[in-house]
């Protein structure tokens, strides 16, 4: 007959087979002793005070703003040391973060011989996505915040001046009119925009096999340029930058790469 005890914790009655056994504590059930493993993790994290994001305690550091000491994430710490530094003023910030973003790229080794400018398209595809996703939740106050939608932009960002590598054109080039008068656009705008630039990307492997004619790679141009601009209102209406879209988004690819996780999934990294 199994022997039956009681867990320390909520009081429930037990099978000896089923529980664990803490010592002097005594028996605890398999619902309390996970709880209290998740509990003791989240003891072991706390909150970057920039970002929000959840680290290991040992991974922030102070960071002075003003008179106000705030413990921030290794990633944030470097993006405000980045934006501070003198030393980054750009005389061309686009072509400047292209360079820099560039050093981070791994699609000219992709698996089977997939095409970089396929690859890029398609991440540029389910960037916008994830971007669009932040906008909604950042929109209905709920979860997300702002420097989590710049992170995301910077990601958009990042896949647009990669394709416009791959495609031959510094970034500066698709931004070449940015600061003309025209119609403002919004976030609805950049999935339109984006299914427009894969669409002629499809065409460029189907009908040009992969070589572009000059025609296709004008089209390409323009339909980059309608992201950038579609980009660049979507932030301005909320007050974010593409500078700021820039610098956070260089400053987390450099954390990322020091610690060797360029590679995997998910924003927490």
């Known amino acids: 007959m199994t022997e039956i005890v009681e867990c320390f914790l909520c009081g429930k009655d037990i099978s000896v087979d089923s529980c664990h056994y803490l010592g002097e504590l005594g028996f605890i059930c398999e619902s309390c002793d996970a709880y209290l493993?998740?509990?003791?993790?989240?003891?072991?994290?706390?909150?970057c005070e920039m970002c929000t994001d959840f680290v290991d305690k040992d991974e922030l550091t102070t960071y002075k703003d003003g008179e106000n000491e705030l413990s921030v994430c290794n990633g944030c710490a470097e993006y405000a040391a980045y934006i501070a530094s003198p030393g980054d003023t750009m005389t061309n910030p686009y072509d400047t973060y292209q360079e820099q973003?560039?050093?981070?790229?791994?699609?000219?080794?992709?698996?089977?011989?997939?095409?970089?400018?396929?690859?890029?398209?398609?991440?540029?595809?389910?960037e916008t996505g994830e971007l669009l996703e932040k906008l909604t939740l950042l929109r209905t106050h709920v979860t997300?915040?702002?420097?989590?939608?710049?992170?995301?932009?910077?990601?958009?960002?990042?896949?647009?001046?990669?394709?416009?590598?791959?495609?031959?054109?510094?970034l500066?080039?698709?931004?070449?009119?940015?600061?003309?008068?025209?119609?403002?656009?919004?976030?609805?705008?950049?999935?339109?925009?984006v299914g427009r630039v894969q669409e002629l990307v499809k065409k460029i492997y189907?009908?040009?096999?992969?070589?572009?004619?000059?025609?296709?790679?004008?089209?390409?141009?323009?339909?980059?340029?309608d992201v950038?601009?579609?980009?660049?209102d979507t932030c301005g209406r909320h007050a974010i930058t593409l500078q700021d879209v820039m610098d956070a988004n260089i400053a987390?690819?450099?954390?990322?790469?020091?610690?060797?996780?360029?590679?995997?999934?998910?924003d927490n990294r």
């Not at 560039?102 to 095409?115: I, Q, R, S, V, Y």
């Not at 119609?183 to 339109?192: E, Q, R, S």
């Not at 987390?252 to 998910?266: E, P, T």
């Open 101 to 126: 973003a560039l050093k981070t790229a791994m699609f000219d080794n992709l698996p089977n011989g997939f095409p970089p400018m396929a690859y890029c398209a398609l991440a540029l595809g389910g």
């Open 206 to 225: 189907r009908d040009d096999y992969g070589v572009p004619t000059p025609e296709r790679r004008d089209a390409l141009l323009g339909a980059m340029r």
């Open 37 to 47: 493993r998740v509990y003791a993790a989240m003891e072991r994290r706390a909150e």
């Open 172 to 193: 500066s080039t698709v931004f070449a009119d940015e600061g003309t008068t025209r119609k403002l656009l919004d976030a609805t705008d950049i999935p339109v925009r």
């Open 144 to 170: 997300a915040n702002t420097f989590e939608t710049i992170r995301e932009a910077g990601d958009v960002l990042w896949y647009l001046a990669a394709l416009a590598h791959v495609s031959g054109y510094q």
């Open 252 to 266: 987390k690819l450099r954390d990322r790469r020091s610690r060797g996780v360029l590679q995997g999934s998910g």
């Open 228 to 232: 950038g601009r579609a980009l660049v």
